[in-house]
């Protein structure tokens, strides 16, 4: 492919403002964000350019808005679709770090359900309305339970480590 033919193919990918135009495109703006589509437009126009330039394109058909279009939304519904997946733990391993560690109880997921869907004070001291520390709401209750004279909670064994090692 000489280059002038070369440039006037590459000139007919549409840009990414016309694009945007589209109905289904826009409707992924409202969904998510603009920068979050127009990255993805940019990504896919610069892989249609690439395949053109490697000459591995049919460009009419690769840069019609239509196929850069469902390109587009095929690309965006792979990225926003949960990666997460329940699965059967038949490891024999009861808590498996690998498997998302313990499922909680139904019991447990009421509780934190109830306070998931509001705030709550965390770290916030209701009678002084200031700032609080969250150990202070399970410290009294561990220290009691499990009759320590402190305690703290973290949310991962790298930190509880870290806190280990670095008493002095």
Known sequence: ?????????????????QLLLRTPIASWVDR?????????????????????????????????????????????????????????????????TNLGRAPLSSAAQESLSAFSVNYTNLEYE???????HRDKLIEPLLQEVLGCEAATVVNNNAAAVFIILNIK
């Open 1 to 17: 492919m000489n280059k002038p033919n070369l440039q006037s193919i590459l000139r007919k990918i549409p840009a990414v403002d």
């Open 32 to 96: 998510t964000s603009r920068e979050f589509v127009v990255a993805e437009i940019q990504k896919l126009l610069q892989g249609a350019r690439d395949r053109i330039r490697s000459g591995g394109a049919d460009a009419d058909t690769d840069i019609s808005a239509e196929h850069l279009e469902a390109m587009l939304i095929e690309t965006l519904q792979g990225r926003v679709r949960p990666h997460l997946h329940a699965v059967i733990n038949a490891t024999g391993v009861i808590l498996h």
């Open 126 to 132: 209701i009678l002084t309305g200031r700032r609080s």
